[in-house]
């Protein structure tokens, strides 16, 4: 169960460093006006606008034009890896 918990926590905490860095590159592109029916933008978008759109109706998080969505989905994926590495120290520690 141990090794099963260990490959899930893993697999867990990789997609969450993909989706961080689509989150990241989201926002880099956004600074030179992509065209949005382009396909790479549109599966960007397909991707990342899901969690983002929940975070702008939970908390309207725009100023002045700024969208602050990005930032704080990547403050809450971050906190949620480093919750998923911390239960994956305890159960290597309990292993050995």
Excluded: C, N, Q
């Amino acid at each position: 169960m141990d090794t099963f918990a260990i490959l899930l926590l893993r697999f867990i905490s990789f997609v969450i460093t993909i989706y961080i860095w689509l989150i990241i590159i989201r926002a880099v592109v956004s600074w030179f006006r992509p065209d949005p029916y382009h396909p790479l933008m549109r599966l960007l978008y397909r991707l990342t606008e899901p969690i983002l759109e929940k975070v702008r109706r939970v908390i309207p998080v725009s100023a002045g034009g700024f969208d602050f969505s990005p930032i704080i989905v990547l403050i809450l994926l971050y906190i949620l890896k480093s919750l998923i590495s911390r239960t994956l120290s305890d159960i290597l520690w309990r292993l050995h």
